[in-house]
Each structure stands twice: as structure tokens, then as C-alpha cells.
């Protein structure tokens, strides 16, 4: 009558994974994506800094004037579309990473300080926080990219700076919120000596939230480089980023639909895949909405089998 | 208690978790009749506020209705036979208060806003008319300065005057039966008794029915007419007050009743259920109750069904009376 | 109130007085200001000129008395790319960004609320499927693409709207649909989250079982609840469009309000107009914040005012 709980717990979760089809195939393309960065070397056809006069704005193979030398068509200077996406995917997923890291690095330990000291230290921390929030984004990105000159250094500093403030918030509401639970005040009551107590006790319970913020808010990174290099103020030339790539495409709308349409897909590509996978991953993490979802698909199946 | 004003037939709820099939409650039949009062006992997980919250028509995902069926005044309301959603008897006929009244009310609106709704979805009043009838329900259930409270949020309210206003919505509509359940759980024991003074009051006011739904025997004592006893998602003993605390059938009730204080009676200590309920993932067959049973026999692996102790009183044991050595204390 | 609205205040004022010290720090001592903020075809006497303007020969403190002081004042200087005072050019641009955030966001408010509310009304249904696909699509959408987009497909294509600038009702549809896209997509997913939260309170329950149809107890009792929320998101998305999306869709569709002209400003090496812009809108920034926490105490009665 009930189905007998899966041992292998990964493979419970997979088979949990593959009842959400987009999900999945989110993860698919997460991964596939993640592989072509890696792999950028020896998965792109071309250099996508060479360039060939002869051969520039070809259109996409399925044109008729488009060829299987370049699947994604050429740009302006001939370069392969299809090389610099996969390059591209290196510069975004880069920065996106270190970002992130460098953000929910300090985010963190400004967390775990503020829910930790409370008090004066925690009010004044958080207060900073809030003055930080508050910041103008990405127009502040812009005076500072006005000052020190464009570049993915500068934009990785400038997107960390103005980022790990989440994290702080994040950290600090757990922190704060776990320590007022018995068993915690249990620990301190004994004399468990603080460092103990946040790696026992509270760093477990912080995974799984950090986690989903992190995948979040990388998507946001995403497409904060992505507008900004499209503005001229973040990767330069000769590196490749989607947003430059559909910058320097956007002389070329008329002509060539190809050099801003590929480009943004890939962005969209990114973004969604990822965005599906957490929004399974949040469901996944509550309790209460994973038993919902289970329910739900019961019943979809006894409806299918009740109508076949 | 010819014809009854609900009849609950073979109800099935069962709840698809992810770690299987939960049958919450497994095949509940109970009538009730017009101006009667009937006790819903057993303790957390037996069952009873689910056979509640299916009368009422508020079985969510991942819950559902598995088989059986509800009536009111012979009209099919819940499972088999219905056709169609049921209007103007949820609400207007039978009505609800719940376990929890600091957030049983919106906390947004006030409190003549939410009983207003009610005045004019169901009597058809409004504007200075349905402010006039609100304040006179406030005041039915006891609160003071009514005009005034009218305008206040729920958060202006203590938890008793919170079930108060509870109350007086769920008569607002003039019904014929109020399903409260565990109405004085989350009160102080003071407010407990002034609550059920009231929905005693009323009832007799009104010729209400109620279905009070309960862990505690003595609630049950004092304002009910029947008791239906239930375990492990399934009635296993129902009978009049004075018959089951007189003569309890199923030990399960003899140790309920055993485990209940009480004032008049000097007793020397209380007697505690050990175990715990069954799991109702892979419901045990025959009685539930076998595992933790003092009078445990061999025929009780097989199913049980309800046998008369006598005019209206029936019990599924076969071990009988004086499981706990006891009878009636 | 008033207690709360002062200590508001104050708060603000430390977020300006924050942005004030970053921007001096970052124009200061990132190099040598005199180079930095003016062109390199600038005279020695104008050079001088400006040294002994923002004070160089003095000790840094005086020099960022004198900047806060010029900031107190508004007075950014003379935009060198306009050659007017760069408040004159900020107000004559704002009017713009406000008329397409308002536009924008309207759009974005107007139909979140309905879609959210259908969403939630069956989670897992149909509906609620497509809503939250189109969704989870609306925001992996950068909006400088979906901007080029639209303006390849009903600019260039169909030829139905024009591809840039201002002027007619017609200029403002493509750039207000791309900005409200984001928050949209973002308002929605809200609704629909905060909606099912909500249908699952205890008080709806009751609600249920008073009889009232779903239709009422959304309109009556969910929207209202989720109204405080909402109100709050749809402050920090005013926030984030006025400091990043307003800036890349005015690009794209080249529509003269404040953040095009920044990236113009940055672009011609004109620092005091973007000094003024970015001071400009994290006044605006603060503001809005004050605004919305007010408002939200408005709303719910349970918040305390002190």
C-alpha cells in the first residue's frame, strides 16, 4: 500500500528531483553550463578574440547564408558567436562566484559577530547594514567605476561591497533566533566556550539558509554584471561577458538579430535554470511545503490513473 | 432520536505524507440530534478534530476525504452523494470555533468588521442595523462596553474575550449546530469554566447542538449529553454521560476516566496510560488500543466492531468491563 | 508618531551623511581630485582654481567640512559636459524618470495583485503554474535585452512603436513594459507566496467556516493582510529602479531622465554631474524608506507607533 522509504537518501532526492521536470532540467543546464566554463578550451570551436574580415556578420546556420563553420552565426568583427558564449560563460560564472564568496564571506562573519556580541555591538553593526541598504546600487557602481576606472577587479570589489549586507541580515536572524533555543542556552549554561558553540551548534543551522540566499543572490549578481558590462562600465574588451556582447551587438539590431539575441539567451539560460532549481530547493527545505507538494503529486497521479 | 440533524457514515480522512498514507480517521459513524449536546473525546492525533474539520468542510491538501459520507437533515454535505459545494450550510447552519482564539480573528479588521460580515452575508443587515445586532451578540456573550469594542482590533482583546467574539460570530447566524473545538485549551483555567458557562447558557437559549470537541473528561462531564469516545482514528465507545463515567466499556475509557482528576472524589493518586497511540501509517488490525491493554486477549487481533452495554451505549471491546482492575471508581 | 518619524529622520540623515563621506573618500583620495574631476584640456588657472575652490591647501577635515557643506546646500558645482549648475540639469531630468518609474511600476502593481491572487487561489493548478513560469522567465530577463528585443520585434519588425526617445504617449510604452517587467514578475511571486501563507492562517480558517465564498475572503481579509508586505517590497523595488533599472533602460531607449544622463556624465568624465545625480537620488532613496515604514504603520494597527 505505501511505498517502502528509499535507503539511499541521495537517490530519494533525485527520484524527488525528477517528479519536478523543470526543476531537473534546470540542474541540466546548470551543470552543462557549468561544464562549458570549465571546459571552454577545448569545448569552443574558435578563439573568441579571432577575428576574419572575410567571414563577418554570417548568420546562424539554419539561414540560408549561415554555415556550419559558425552554428551561432559571426559578429561585426567575424568573430564566432557560439565561442564567445562559451567563453563568455567563463567571465560570468567567475565573477559571479568570487562575488558571492567575498559577500557571504563578510556577510557572515559580521552575522555571526552581531548575533553573537548582541547589544550595543549588534544594534550598531545592523544600523550599518541598514545605512548600506540603503546605498544607491548600481548608480554608486557607476560613480565608483567613474573614479577608479572599469575592469572585473573593480566590479567584483564594488559588487561585493554592496552586497554582503543579506548575508549579514541573514546570519544575524538565525544567529540571534538559535541562541534564544534550549538547547543552545543549554550549551552556554555549562560553559561550552563560544567558538564551540557556533561551529556546533549554530554553523549547522545556518547551511541550509545561506544556501538558498546564495544561489539567489548569485543569479542577482548575474545580472547586475551583465547590466553593467552592457553599459561600458564593467568587463572591457578583449574579455568576453554576454553584457558586453550584446552592447557591442546592439549597433548591429537591424542588421543582425543574431549578436543580441544569443548573448541574452545565454543570461536567460542562466538565470531561469538556476531560479527553477531553487524554487524546488525552497519547497525542498521546508518542511510543510515538501509535504504539500508530495500530496499534490499523489493526488495528480491517482487522478491520471482514475481518468486512464 | 428519531431523525437526526447530522449523521457522519463511515468517514475516511487520509493525509498522503511523504513518509506514507496516514489514516486519520478511519471509518467515523456518530449522530447527532437537534438540541443536543455531544462530547468528541480522545487525546492529540486520535482523530477527532479531523472528523471535525471534514464536517466542516475543511479538509486541505494534504489531507482528503477517502470514503464515507456527512448529512445534514438527510441532505448529503461531505463525500459520497455530493454534487455539488454545499451553500448557506457551512457559516449559516452549522458554524465553528477553534482551539486557538489569539489567531482565530483577522488580525486587520476589526472586531465589528468580522462579526459584520457575518450579520450581513447571513441576515441580511447593514450600516447602523448591523451595527445594533453586533453589539447585541457582544453583549449575549458577555462583553462589555459592546458599542465601543465594536471598533477595536482582536490585539485589544484578552485570549477569553478573543473566544468570546468567537462565539458570538458563530451564533451570529442563528445556527443549529457549533462544532467547538477544544474552545477553553489555550485559556486560563478561570476563563475555562466562564466559556463553557456560556456555550451552556446559549445552548439552552437557543436550542443549540453542539459538538464539543475535547481531551478533558471533566469538561465533558459537565455539559454534554453523549460522549463519543475516539482512539486511533476510530469511535470506539458512545453512550450517555452518566452511562459511560458510570459504566465504562472499553478499557480505554475506564483509563481515561481514571486519569482525570477530580474534586469530589478522594481518590489517592492518578492513573496514567502507558504507551503511546499507534502509528496510523500502517494502521494495526483488530483493536488499537491491544498494545498498551491491561486486558489484552487473543480474539482482540481480530476487528473490532461496536457492541451494545446497554439503550444507546455501545463499546468495540471484547475484553469488557474492569480492564484496570477498577470498574467505576 | 512624530517621535517615530524624527528618529526616521535621523536615520536618513546618517544614510546621507554615509553617502557624503564614501563619495568624498572615493573622489579625494582615490588620486589627485584636481585631475581627476577636471578634463585634461583644463587650463593651470583653472586647475588652480579649483584646488583653492575645494580648499587643497588645507587639512582633510576642512576639506570635507567644506564638501558637506556644498553638499547641505545642494550645490554641486557646474556640470563641465552641460557648462550650467548640475542640480539645474537633475531637476530638468527628473520629471522624466518620474513619469517612466511611475508608468513602470504602475503597470508592475496593477496586475501583480490579480495574478498573484489567481495563483494562489489553486497552488499547482494550471494558473498557478503558468503564473509562476512566466514569472521565474520574467525575472531571468535582463532588461537591456528585453528592451533590444522589443524594439528589434515592434520597432524594427512590425514597425508599431517608435525605437527611442521622448515626446508622444507612444516613446513611453516600450521602455515603461521593459522596466515594469522585473518588478512585475517580482511582485507576483510575492502575492502568490504571502496569498498561500495567509490562506493557510488560522483566521481564514474561520473565515471558511463562517461561509464566506473564496472570492470574499481573498478581497476582504487576504489582500488587506498581505498589503503591509507588499507595501514594503514595492519600496525596496521603487528603490532599486530609481538606483539601477531606470539607468538601463533610459540607455536602451535613449530617454532623457537621470540615469541616462549619468552614464552620459561618467562617459564625458563630467564627476560633478554625477556627483550631483547620485546625491540626488539617495536623498530620494531615503525618502522613500521614511515613506514606506510611515505607511506601513498606517496599515497595521498591531504595529506600535513608539
Known amino acids: ?125 545592523m544600523r550599518l547594514v541598514d545605512i548600506q541598504v540603503s546605498f544607491p546600487g548600481i548608480l554608486l557602481i557607476l560613480l565608483v567605476v567613474g573614479v577608479l576606472g572599469p575592469g572585473m577587479w573593480t566590479l567584483i570589489i564594488v559588487l561585493s561591497v554592496t552586497n554582503w549586507m543579506v548575508y549579514a541580515r541573514l546570519v544575524r536572524s538565525v544567529v540571534s533566533s538559535t541562541r534564544q533555543t534550549p538547547y543552545v542556552e543549554a550549551a552556554e549554561v555549562i560553559g561550552c566556550r563560544p567558538s564551540r558553540v557556533i561551529f556546533v551548534h549554530i554553523l549547522p543551522n545556518l547551511v541550509s539558509p545561506l544556501l538558498t540566499l546564495l544561489i539567489l543572490e548569485f543569479t542577482n549578481i548575474v545580472l547586475a554584471e551583465a547590466a553593467v558590462s552592457f553599459l561600458g562600465f564593467g568587463v572591457q574588451p578583449p574579455d568576453t561577458s554576454w553584457g558586453l556582447d550584446v552592447a557591442s551587438g546592439r549597433d548591429y539590431l537591424f542588421i543582425a538579430w543574431w549578436l543580441v539575441t544569443f548573448p541574452g539567451l545565454a543570461i536567460v539560460a542562466t538565470v531561469l535554470s538556476i531560479n527553477l532549481f531553487a524554487n524546488w530547493l525552497r519547497v525542498t527545505t521546508d518542511p510543510e511545503e515538501r509535504e504539500k507538494r508530495h500530496a499534490r503529486t499523489v493526488a495528480a497521479r491517482r487522478r491520471r490513473r482514475g481518468t486512464a | 432520536m428519531n431523525d437526526p440533524l447530522l449523521e457522519i457514515d463511515d468517514l475516511r480522512v487520509d493525509f498522503d505524507t511523504r513518509a506514507g498514507l496516514v489514516q486519520a480517521v478511519r471509518g467515523v459513524s456518530l449522530t447527532l440530534g437537534r438540541g443536543e449536546t455531544l462530547g468528541l473525546v480522545g487525546e492529540s492525533g486520535s482523530g477527532k478534530s479531523v472528523t471535525a474539520q471534514a464536517v466542516m468542510g475543511l479538509i486541505d491538501v494534504p489531507g482528503r476525504i477517502a470514503g464515507g459520507a456527512v448529512r445534514w437533515n438527510g441532505m448529503p454535505l461531505v463525500g459520497e452523494g455530493v ?47 448591523a451595527r445594533t445586532r453586533a453589539a447585541e451578540l457582544l453583549d449575549a456573550v458577555g462583553i462589555s462596553g459592546a458599542s465601543r469594542r465594536l471598533d477595536q482590533y482582536p490585539h485589544e482583546f484578552s485570549g477569553g474575550m478573543r473566544q468570546r467574539v468567537m462565539i458570538a460570530m458563530a451564533i451570529a447566524s442563528e445556527p443549529r449546530l457549533l462544532i467547538a473545538d477544544e474552545p477553553t485549551t489555550a485559556l486560563d483555567v478561570t476563563i475555562q469554566a466562564q466559556i463553557l458557562e456560556l456555550l451552556a447558557g446559549l445552548q439552552e437559549k437557543l436550542g443549540l447542538s453542539i459538538i464539543l470537541i475535547t481531551h478533558d473528561l471533566g469538561i465533558v462531564a459537565g455539559l454534554c449529553h453523549r460522549v463519543a469516545v475516539m482512539y486511533a482514528g476510530q469511535i470506539v465507545e458512545t453512550g450517555t454521560v452518566d452511562d459511560i463515567f458510570a459504566r465504562p466499556g472499553h478499557p480505554y475509557t475506564q483509563g481515561l476516566i481514571r486519569s482525570t482528576p477530580r474534586l469530589d472524589a478522594v481518590e ?42 446497554g439503550a444507546g451505549h455501545v463499546a468495540c471491546c471484547r475484553a469488557g468491563v474492569d480492564a484496570w482492575d477498577v470498574g467505576a471508581a | 508618531m512624530t517621535d517615530f518619524i524624527l528618529r526616521r529622520l535621523f536615520q536618513g540623515f546618517l544614510v546621507v551623511f554615509g553617502v557624503t563621506t564614501v563619495v568624498f573618500v572615493i573622489t579625494r583620495l582615490a588620486g589627485d581630485p584636481v585631475s581627476l574631476m577636471l578634463p585634461l584640456s583644463a587650463s593651470d588657472e583653472q586647475r588652480a582654481a579649483f584646488a583653492a575652490q575645494i580648499g587643497l591647501d588645507q587639512p582633510i577635515w576642512v576639506q570635507f567640512l567644506r564638501f558637506a557643506g556644498d553638499v547641505a546646500l545642494l550645490d554641486f558645482g557646474d556640470s563641465l559636459w552641460q557648462r550650467r549648475p548640475a542640480m539645474e540639469v537633475v531637476f530638468e531630468r527628473l520629471p522624466n524618470t518620474a513619469l517612466l518609474i511611475a508608468a513602470g511600476l504602475g503597470t508592475a502593481v496593477v496586475l501583480s495583485i490579480p495574478l498573484g491572487a489567481i495563483a494562489a487561489l489553486r497552488p499547482g493548478g494550471l494558473a498557478d503554474r503558468l503564473t509562476t513560469s512566466i514569472s521565474l522567465l520574467g525575472l531571468a530577463m535582463p532588461q537591456f535585452w528585453l528592451g533590444l528585443m522589443a524594439i528589434m520585434i515592434f520597432s524594427v519588425t512590425l514597425k508599431w512603436l517608435p525605437t527611442s526617445g521622448i515626446g508622444t504617449p507612444a516613446h513611453l510604452v516600450l521602455p515603461a513594459l521593459t522596466l515594469a517587467m522585473t518588478p512585475l514578475a517580482r511582485f507576483t511571486m510575492m502575492v502568490r507566496a504571502a496569498m498561500i501563507d495567509e490562506m493557510n492562517t488560522q483566521y481564514v480558517k474561520t473565515a471558511r467556516a463562517k461561509g464566506l465564498g473564496l472570492g470574499r475572503i481573498l478581497r476582504v481579509h487576504t489582500l488587506r493582510n498581505i498589503m503591509v508586505p507588499f507595501l514594503s517590497i514595492s519600496g525596496w523595488e521603487l528603490i532599486t529602479t530609481l538606483s539601477g533599472y531606470t539607468v538601463v533602460v533610459e540607455t536602451v531607449f535613449g530617454w532623457p531622465g537621470l540615469g541616462l544622463t549619468a552614464v552620459q556624465a561618467i562617459q564625458r568624465g563630467d564627476l560633478f554631474l554625477v556627483q550631483a545625480i547620485v546625491f540626488s537620488i539617495a536623498l530620494m532613496i531615503v525618502c522613500i524608506g521614511i515613506l514606506m515604514d510611515v505607511l506601513s504603520k498606517m496599515i497595521d494597527p498591531r504595529i506600535e507607533l513608539n
Open chain 1, 1 to 125: 500500500m505505501t511505498q517502502a522509504r528509499p535507503h539511499r537518501p541521495l537517490r530519494a532526492l533525485l527520484a524527488e528531483l525528477w517528479q519536478d521536470k523543470p526543476a531537473a532540467l534546470g540542474l541540466a543546464v546548470i551543470l552543462a553550463i557549468v561544464a562549458m566554463a570549465i571546459l571552454a578550451p577545448l569545448v569552443a570551436p574558435y578563439d573568441p578574440a579571432d577575428q576574419s574580415i572575410l567571414s563577418r556578420l554570417t548568420p546562424p546556420v539554419w539561414n540560408d547564408r549561415g554555415s556550419w563553420e559558425h552554428i551561432l552565426g559571426t559578429d561585426n568583427l567575424g568573430r564566432d558567436v557560439f565561442s564567445r558564449l562559451i567563453w563568455g560563460a567563463r567571465t560570468t560564472l567567475t565573477i559571479g562566484g568570487l562575488t558571492c564568496l567575498i559577500a557571504a564571506g563578510i556577510g557572515t562573519v559580521v552575522g555571526l559577530w552581531a548575533g553573537f556580541m548582541g547589544g550595543r555591538t549588534d544594534s550598531v553593526l
Open chain 2, 268 to 309: 489517592d493518586r492518578l492513573v496514567s496510560i502507558d504507551g503511546t497511540p499507534p502509528g496510523l501509517r500502517t494502521p494495526p488490525e483488530g483493536c488499537a488500543f491491544r498494545p498498551r491493554c491491561p486486558a489484552a486477549q487473543a480474539a482482540c487481533h481480530a476487528p473490532q466492531r461496536l457492541a451494545s452495554h
Open chain 2, 83 to 129: 454534487r455539488r459545494r454545499p451553500r448557506r450550510i457551512w457559516g449559516r447552519e452549522i458554524t465553528m470555533i477553534f482551539q486557538n482564539p489569539m489567531t482565530s480573528l483577522n488580525p486587520l479588521m476589526t472586531v465589528g468588521a468580522q462579526l459584520g460580515e457575518v450579520i450581513h452575508l447571513y441576515l441580511g443587515l447593514r450600516g447602523a442595523a
